[in-house]
């Protein structure tokens, strides 16, 4: 939501820049989200019935975001949303702060299945936001044929060659690699690295771009006919009028859960639980699904979804569509590896 979210005030950016302290008014909330990903009019409801100032800053990958607040950030943001293999990368660097189920009154509207994660047992961090899948879709005009396998990625047909997007995302890109290839994540062999560095190396030629912001409007502008994107977002393109499908390929594909995290050094925490409330009322985190085609993870949702989202194929994979795959956290040692492999990619 690059251009419908309210800035940083002026206020806060001549405090920045005179080095005063980043400590807020009491009446604010510095939110660091993705992009096109939470509806305006959402933040200004919150805005009005608790009388916060809303402002907010968007990320195009989990990478970029904890770059970021690594970078010299952390203290500006309250929350951050992050994938859930980084929520765990958070906890573990101490980007996190902690509460209890207490402290948030609606704790017990989250579904059950995301309560107790391996990313964040018991929640002390973290709530639900949306889920999804991240795969590829394809415009149909350009292409008929079989689009239940992930060659259509890694070694597409003549007629996508050169057409196909790909996320500037580095965990989703791997994973998907190692899931073609059938190899664990976070592999330590190394011909199975070797492996999936070639893999990478050698499809690079047939994409026609590294595009996450616009992974959508490359589809419906015509620019890519093929592209690895996330469900709710395929589902977007499909309503602004590209013909394409979703995959769902039998090797299998990327599942994965995004937070609100309340970060530490949160100049207005007591504003950043009051937003996580918030959105564990059915009726508001119901407004980002709809508005963002994903699936919520908060009980009571169901009956407050828009009719053509129930039944969106984006949200409904066919009978015979594998079981997703969460990304991995790797140990540092290994991750190391991986960091090359996405250096020498992105080159």
């Given at each position: 939501?690059?251009?419908?979210?309210?800035?940083?005030?002026?206020?806060?950016?001549?405090?920045?820049?005179?080095?005063?302290?980043?400590?807020?008014?009491?009446?604010?909330l510095s939110i660091y989200h993705w992009f096109e990903y939470i509806p305006q009019e959402l933040l200004d409801k919150f805005s009005a019935e608790h009388d916060v100032e809303?402002?907010?800053?968007?990320?195009?990958?989990?990478?970029?975001?904890?770059?970021?607040?690594?970078?010299?950030?952390?203290?500006?943001?309250?929350?951050?949303?992050?994938?859930?293999?980084?929520?765990?990368?958070?906890?573990?660097?101490?980007?996190?702060?902690?509460?209890?189920?207490?402290?948030?009154?609606?704790?017990?509207?989250?579904?059950?299945k995301w309560v107790d994660v391996d990313f964040d047992p018991g929640r002390k961090h973290s709530i639900p936001y949306q889920w999804g899948s991240t795969s590829f879709a394809?415009?149909?005009?350009?292409?008929?044929?079989?689009?239940?396998?992930?060659?259509?990625?890694?070694?597409?047909?003549?007629?996508?060659?050169?057409?196909?997007?790909?996320?500037?995302?580095?965990?989703?890109?791997?994973?998907?690699?190692?899931?073609?290839?059938?190899?664990?994540?976070?592999?330590?062999?190394?011909?199975?690295?070797?492996?999936?560095n070639n893999l990478l190396q050698e499809a690079k030629p047939h994409w026609a771009s590294f595009n996450s912001d616009g992974a959508k409007d490359v589809l419906v502008s015509?620019?890519?006919?093929?592209?690895?994107?996330?469900?709710?977002?395929?589902?977007?393109?499909?309503?602004?009028?590209?013909?394409?499908?979703?995959?769902?390929?039998?090797?299998?594909?990327?599942?994965?859960?995004?937070?609100?995290?309340?970060?530490?050094?949160?100049?207005?925490?007591?504003?950043?639980?009051?937003?996580?409330?918030?959105?564990?009322?059915?009726?508001?985190?119901?407004?980002?699904?709809?508005?963002?085609?994903?699936?919520?993870?908060?009980?009571?949702?169901?009956?407050?979804?828009?009719?053509?989202?129930?039944?969106?194929?984006?949200?409904?994979?066919?009978?015979?569509?594998?079981?997703?795959?969460?990304?991995?956290?790797?140990?540092?040692?290994?991750?190391?590896?991986?960091?090359?492999?996405?250096?020498?990619?992105?080159?």
């Open positions: 939501m690059k251009n419908r979210v309210t800035r940083l005030s002026s206020a806060m950016a001549l405090c920045a820049c005179l080095g005063v302290s980043s400590v807020q008014a009491a009446g604010s809303v402002t907010m800053d968007t990320f195009d990958s989990n990478e970029s975001m904890l770059a970021a607040l690594k970078a010299g950030k952390m203290g500006s943001y309250d929350v951050a949303v992050p994938g859930d293999y980084m929520v765990a990368i958070m906890r573990e660097e101490g980007l996190l702060d902690s509460f209890e189920s207490s402290d948030l009154s609606n704790f017990g509207n989250m579904e059950d394809v415009n149909r005009d350009v292409y008929k044929e079989d689009i239940s396998t992930t060659n259509i990625l890694f070694n597409p047909p003549e007629a996508l060659s050169g057409k196909v997007n790909v996320l500037d995302s580095q965990g989703e890109v791997l994973a998907l690699g190692a899931i073609h290839l059938g190899i664990p994540q976070c592999s330590q062999d190394r011909e199975q690295l070797k492996a999936l015509g620019d890519a006919a093929a592209g690895m994107i996330w469900n709710g977002f395929s589902a977007k393109a499909r309503v602004e009028g590209a013909n394409i499908e979703y995959a769902y390929p039998k090797q299998g594909y990327i599942v994965w859960m995004d937070n609100v995290v309340l970060l530490n050094d949160a100049p207005n925490r007591d504003n950043a639980l009051k937003f996580m409330n918030f959105l564990l009322e059915p009726e508001n985190i119901a407004a980002v699904t709809n508005f963002a085609q994903y699936t919520a993870g908060v009980k009571g949702v169901h009956d407050l979804l828009d009719a053509s989202l129930q039944s969106s194929p984006e949200t409904n994979p066919p009978a015979d569509a594998p079981a997703g795959t969460f990304v991995a956290v790797c140990d540092e040692a290994t991750q190391a590896f991986y960091d090359q492999i996405w250096t020498n990619l992105k080159k």
